[in-house]
């Protein structure tokens, strides 16, 4: 239970290394860099995410430092930037996004080798795993993506075109992580631009803060445009990680741009619109990134709607192998497929099993295919929330219920038998595993005997 917890520490450490080094890449001074890190773990926000167990701050560490491998000024041996990508590919698909950026931006300097050695480290990572999988007899790509594609694989050319050109607006006003871009870009453009006829080159700090605001400026409209953003601040977290850096970066640049003699910055008249202009901005950016900050404290109920729910889940599925009763249809096999002991779990969300990722992508999840994976499977048990899927022939025996919750699928767990004579089993098993339920959960009986419970 705790290794994931201290996996997460340590990928909190090496998140700092690697922001530290581009930060230095980017000339930003000691106090900045400390203020830019300490803005990371506030808005990241790393606590919250790490108390995850996943994989996010490792994930959002490997695109920094494969970043900085392909952008920085004295370059690094191809191999090592294809290497990054492929363990970046490997934590989150989503760094494809990155390495076609970041080749985008390496192509622009004409570095032909080391924009396919990044293209071609993320592309190897994905072929090869997706060569494993069909030897295994499923799919491709990974079963969540085929799950997150649901709706998109039902339409013809034009209707999906629509809906992603909605979908990618509505992500981005939503998604706080695309103002950092913009501000990125903003700044280094700012600074790059001329002020004199003398001045024929940019200051030195531009380029690399130009191309880092512009490949990450990339990245997240691939990202917004075909990923998700959103469920407790984790897709996007390595975008909005990037961009403190890339904003720290292009505003030191363009401190740092040259200014005609007597110029001043912030003097006379224009200081006090200047004062006026970064209230407001402190203020947008509580807003945008308010959320983020308000995670730090509601992250221990989040840990308890854990422990709760699928943590009690997984205590009384194991309890439940052991008088093998059969296998088990379930909804959201996380913490129980990693505590669990072995067992057969079929999943309706699709992400362990591919067949139903299949039906879900194109819309034939419905109660009749429900009833005949049960009735192929051999399944007794489901343990589900209250979905459109589950057949109405299905008893429903018990209910668990958390309060407060905010990162729980929904607050409701429902114990079900798929055939009426499994019931009293099922209530037994229930009513034995009750006293050991946390006080905050909520049980309710729906059966008592055959008959309906009071």
């Not at 997706?130 to 007899?137: E, I, M, Y």
């Not at 006003?173 to 080159?201: D, I, K, N, W, Y």
């Not at 619109?273 to 509580?286: D, F, Q, S, Y």
Request: net charge positive; with cysteine.
């Amino acid at each position: 239970v705790w290794l994931p917890l201290a996996l997460n520490l340590l990928a909190v450490g090496l998140l700092a290394v690697a922001a530290d080094a581009w930060l230095r890449q980017l000339d930003v001074g000691t106090g900045a860099r400390v203020g830019a890190i300490v803005a990371i773990i506030v808005i990241g926000p790393l606590g919250p995410l790490a108390m995850t167990g996943m994989e996010h701050v490792a994930h959002a560490a490997a695109v920094l430092a494969l970043a900085l491998m392909a952008l920085r000024e004295r370059p690094a041996h191809p191999l090592a930037p294809a290497l990054m990508a492929a363990v970046a590919t490997g934590l989150r698909y989503e760094s494809a996004f990155v390495a076609a950026a970041l080749a985008v931006v390496l192509a622009l300097r004409r570095d032909w080798g080391r924009a396919a050695a990044v293209v071609a480290g993320s592309a190897a990572l994905v072929v090869g795993v997706g060569a494993w999988q069909l030897s295994l007899g499923e799919g491709f790509l990974p079963n969540s993506l085929i799950v997150k594609a649901a709706g998109s694989l039902q339409q013809n050319l034009g209707g999906f075109l629509r809906w992603k050109a909605y979908s990618t607006m509505e992500h981005a006003h939503e998604a706080p992580v695309v103002v950092l871009p913009l501000l990125a870009v903003l700044l280094a453009c700012a600074a790059s631009l001329r002020r004199t006829e003398r001045a024929a080159e940019p200051p030195s700090p531009a380029r690399p803060a130009l191309e880092c605001a512009a490949a990450l400026t990339l990245a997240t409209l691939l990202h917004v445009a075909l990923s998700s953003t959103g469920w407790y601040h984790r897709y996007e977290a390595y975008l909005l990680i990037w961009g403190v850096v890339a904003a720290a970066g292009s505003l030191q640049a363009w401190r740092m741009r040259r200014l005609d003699a007597g110029q001043r910055v912030l003097a006379g008249a224009a200081r006090a619109p200047a004062i006026v202009a970064m209230v407001g901005a402190g203020l947008l950016v509580l807003m945008a990134f308010g959320l983020r900050i308000n995670a730090w404290t509601t992250v221990t109920t989040a840990c308890r709607n854990i422990h709760e729910q699928h943590g009690q889940v997984a205590r009384f599925v194991a309890q439940y192998e052991r008088a093998d009763l059969g296998p088990l249809i379930v909804h959201d096999i996380g913490l129980l497929s990693y505590l669990r002991p072995e067992g057969v779990l079929i999943d309706m969300g699709g992400l362990a099993s591919h067949e139903i990722a299949l039906a879900k992508s194109h819309g034939r999840l419905d109660r009749a295919f429900a009833e005949r994976i049960a009735r192929e499977r051999g399944a007794r048990l489901a343990i589900s929330y209250d979905h459109e899927w589950v057949p109405k022939s299905w008893v429903r025996v018990a209910s668990w219920r958390i309060h407060d919750n905010r990162v729980a699928g929904r607050d409701t767990m429902y114990f079900l038998a798929t055939e009426p004579d499994e019931t009293a089993p099922l209530r037994d098993a229930l009513r034995r595993f009750e006293p050991s339920l946390p006080a905050g959960v909520d049980v309710r009986y729906y059966v008592e005997a055959g008959r309906p419970a009071s």
